[in-house]
């Protein structure tokens, strides 16, 4: 198949890598000319996932719209921030004679202006076209060495296309799941980030495991109800979109949200952490997006609001800790 990979971050690159060994025409587009130029020379993204090269059987994309004219999956890999702007120029590219059956997005998180899902802004610019969300455990470098990793491909164009998307992105070490519930996965994509700071701050903070495990089954059972109350299955919130990418994220020493948590917990300041970031750590923004979402429909959320408190706020993490061991007594399951 042609794939057209529009953005050369961490996880654009790797997974230009996976489809290239699977046989694939791959194009991987980075939004800067220069990055392109010397991605091209140098067949290594040094500055997002060093120490992977790739043969001449991977193109390298100057433009978005040579590589998209004759691709049948084009698959959006930059942050959420930038989703918007990719896909203004992914409608000026688009022309009738098109070969585009699905766009794909990999990136997991909520626009701060209009609180929407990444499909959801694809849909309103790329009107008519079929969207797909790859989401999952899937930390780049991993997927990028060849080590075993499983995602969920949720779509809500249809079983035949999406199992036939399915089937393009999967083989080598990556397991391809599909789901018609584009909604929850998304969704799962996106909260899973700010638990994961909350794990981070828990490592920070140097609480044990016994406050890690906790604070990950309350994020898990808060998570699913929000996930549910914002129009997700309860099912997918505990497969490998929800509970999958939690653990990977909260535990993962290469997780940028666990690790801003940790940062944070031990006493940075969040500007500090955040000025002159070169790569992302979608879970900040996530917080601020989900914290005004949760206050429009009244969902219950005290974990995320004590991580928006924390960084939004200027409470201090042992005070936010408190307010959550103060909480008045409740059955374990309501
Ligand atoms: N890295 C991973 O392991 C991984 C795995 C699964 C999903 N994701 C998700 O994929 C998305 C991309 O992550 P990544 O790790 O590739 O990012 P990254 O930080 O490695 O790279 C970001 C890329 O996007 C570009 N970029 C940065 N800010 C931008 C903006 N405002 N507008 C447009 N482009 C911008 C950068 O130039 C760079 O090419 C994120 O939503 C992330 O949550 C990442
Ligand atoms: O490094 P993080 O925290 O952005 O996590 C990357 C992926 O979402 C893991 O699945």
């Known amino acids: 198949?042609?794939?057209a990979v529009l953005?050369?971050?961490?996880?654009?690159?790797?997974?230009?890598?996976?489809?290239?060994?699977?046989?694939h025409r791959v194009t991987l587009c980075p939004r800067r000319m220069e990055h392109a130029l010397e991605l091209a020379s140098a067949r290594e993204n040094r500055d997002y996932l060093p120490g992977f090269t790739w043969g001449p059987d991977m193109q390298i994309g100057c433009e978005f719209k040579?590589?998209?004219?004759?691709?049948?999956?084009?698959?959006?890999?930059c942050p959420i921030r930038g989703l918007r702007e990719f896909c203004q120029e992914l409608a000026a590219a688009r022309e009738s004679a098109w070969q585009a059956k699905m766009v794909v997005t990999l990136c997991k998180g909520v626009e701060?202006?209009?609180l929407h899902a990444p499909s959801e802004i694809v849909s309103e610019l790329v009107p008519g076209i079929a969207v797909g969300a790859l989401s999952g455990p899937s930390n780049a470098a991993e997927v990028a060495?060849?080590?075993?990793?499983?995602?969920?491909?949720?779509?809500?164009?249809?079983?035949?296309?999406?199992?036939?998307m399915q089937e393009a992105l999967n083989g080598g070490s990556l397991r391809v799941y599909r789901s018609a519930d584009l909604r929850g996965v998304e969704l799962g994509g996106a909260l899973k980030n700010i638990y994961a700071i909350g794990a981070g701050l828990c490592d920070g903070l140097r609480l044990g495991d016994n406050a890690k495990a906790a604070l990950?089954?309350?994020?898990?059972?808060?998570?699913?109800?929000l996930g549910i109350a914002l129009g997700g299955q309860a099912e997918t919130f505990y497969g490998l979109s929800g509970v999958g990418d939690l653990m990977a994220t909260s535990f993962g020493a290469w997780s940028r949200n666990r690790g801003f948590?940790?940062?944070?917990?031990?006493?940075q300041r969040v500007a500090d952490l955040l000025d002159h970031r070169k790569t992302v750590v979608e879970g900040y923004d996530a917080t601020d997006g989900y914290f005004r979402i949760v206050k429009k429909c009244g969902a219950r959320t005290p974990i995320l609001d004590q991580i928006h408190a924390i960084l939004y706020q200027g409470v201090e993490p042992r005070q936010a800790l408190g307010v959550l061991l103060s909480r008045s007594l409740k059955p374990e399951h309501s």
């Open 261 to 267: 948590g940790e940062a944070v917990g031990k006493g």
């Open 145 to 164: 060495a060849g080590s075993p990793t499983a995602v969920v491909l949720a779509s809500e164009a249809g079983e035949e296309l999406t199992a036939r």
């Open 112 to 114: 701060m202006r209009s």
């Open 1 to 3: 198949m042609n794939i």
């Open 7 to 23: 953005g050369a971050g961490a996880w654009g690159t790797g997974m230009a890598l996976h489809l290239s060994r699977l046989g």
């Open 216 to 225: 990950l089954t309350r994020s898990l059972h808060e998570m699913a109800r």
């Open 66 to 77: 040579p590589a998209v004219m004759e691709a049948e999956m084009i698959v959006l890999a």
